[in-house]
């Protein structure tokens, strides 16, 4: 089954495909010589970890970038996560989405605390307030949603929801770095957002995380939880992890830090050449742009209507056969893993939207390295220079 419009040059497209594969994505990295100055210190003063001199300027160097004033770094988002709920003490019910990467969940069964899934609007692919409102028990002690795609949530709602009930609300940020809503950092909402600088991030250290703190005693707390819970050499002050960041990817982020604004506008610049393809095309609908909001382009998603000629599997897997290869975040549901079905005891909870978001969508290629060729050849997959959407097989809906 092919894809590819008549009207399209179909040698550039065998071309791209012989050449390599169009992975969802790619991770981002400097000149490989450029690094070696940073390794070679690391090399002359032998430390490692705890808190050396690179997680230090990290630290320091991402505040100033984002905008905020306190900021932990962490071996990875999810531990991340973990210790967040740790720092603020959270127990019994949280509501989140059902509508992420499994981590989101999956930090509060860590933390024994139990998730309490609602719908999404699916206009951002965020939490629904008013499904939030409605969820809200005498158990519930925080609100854990996520900034889906790097769409900021309905944070002034979230807001008033969680002044009214007395909740905490732990943001995963995990998709959200740079974004600016409103001209500040959205990180700043909350009582804490959390930061992942995985591989496949917008900014990225190898692996690692941060959370954003809003005072230096929170800081100072998530700190001690992330060492074991080491206050001194010999005072532990809590039941901590090793969450610790490492000397080599602190010294990567501080190198990355020097790029990022070069790859976030590569990143815009992509996002506007599909949207410019795909924004009238019959069958695709996409998210709209969030007023009051500088985004960071860290993932495409389309959405495939009953009017495409191909079900959403199958146009993933015709993509895939040409050699594209896109990715269905976020399906399935987390709400319908294993280890989550027995959550709701039994109660209907509606989570329609989320299941028809997850059902339609297709995170198309994005990445700095991404070039203009490619992007091409993925944009002609859906229309021909008339622009009616191309698809074969269309019974297989």
């Known amino acids: 089954m092919s894809i590819v ?28 010589e450029d690094f070696i ?7 002359e003063n032998k430390i490692l970890t705890n808190n050396g001199p690179f997680h230090k300027q990290l630290e320091q160097a991402l505040c100033d970038y984002l905008g905020v004033d306190h900021l932990a770094l962490f071996t990875n988002g999810t531990i991340a996560l973990v210790t967040a709920l740790q720092a603020l003490r959270i127990t019994g019910e949280v509501i989140t989405t059902p509508f992420s990467f499994v981590a989101t969940a999956h930090s509060l069964l860590w933390n024994n605390i139990k998730p309490v899934f609602v719908d999404i609007d699916p206009k951002t692919c965020n939490l629904d307030p008013d499904r939030i409102e409605e969820a809200i028990t005498p158990q519930t002690t925080a609100i854990m949603p ?13 807001e008033e929801l969680a002044d009214t009930y007395g909740l905490k609300v732990i943001y995963d940020a995990a998709h959200a770095f740079g974004v600016k809503y409103k001209g500040e950092s959205l990180l700043k909402h909350g009582d804490l957002s959390v930061l992942s600088f995985h591989a496949t991030k917008v900014f990225n250290t190898f692996e690692g995380g941060a959370i954003i703190c809003p005072d ?7 700190d001690y939880l992330k060492n074991f819970g080491f206050a001194d050499e010999v005072t532990v002050t809590a039941p901590g992890i090793n969450g610790k960041m490492s000397e080599v990817n602190a010294a990567f982020g501080l190198l990355q830090l020097k790029h990022i604004d070069k790859a976030l506008e590569r990143r815009r610049e992509i ?22 909001t500088i985004g960071n382009a860290s993932y495409f998603p389309i959405f495939v209507g009953d009017d495409y000629p191909l079900s959403r599997d199958a146009l993933y897997q015709a993509l895939k056969d040409a050699g594209i290869n896109g990715r269905r975040y976020f399906y399935p549901l987390i709400s319908t893993m294993p280890m989550y079905r027995g959550v709701l005891d039994g109660k209907p909870v509606s989570l329609d939207k989320a299941s028809r978001v997850a059902n339609r969508v297709i995170c198309l290629p994005i990445y700095p390295n991404l070039c203009d060729n ?21 019974e297989e809906r």
């Open 37 to 43: 100055p940073y390794l070679e210190q690391i090399w």
């Open 374 to 394: 490619e992007i091409e050849v993925i944009c002609n997959c859906f229309s021909n220079q008339s622009g009616t959407l191309v698809g074969s097989n269309s």
């Open 271 to 292: 996002e506007r050449a599909y949207r410019e393809a795909l924004t009238d095309a019959k069958g695709i609908s996409l998210l709209p742009i969030p007023d009051d």
């Open 5 to 32: 419009p008549p009207t399209a040059d179909k040698s550039i497209i065998d071309k791209a495909v012989a050449d390599k594969p169009i992975y969802v994505t790619q991770p981002s990295l400097p000149p490989l």
């Open 146 to 158: 996520v900034h889906c795609y790097g769409n900021p949530c309905a944070v002034e709602r979230i």
């Open 216 to 222: 230096a005693k929170t800081k100072q707390r998530i």
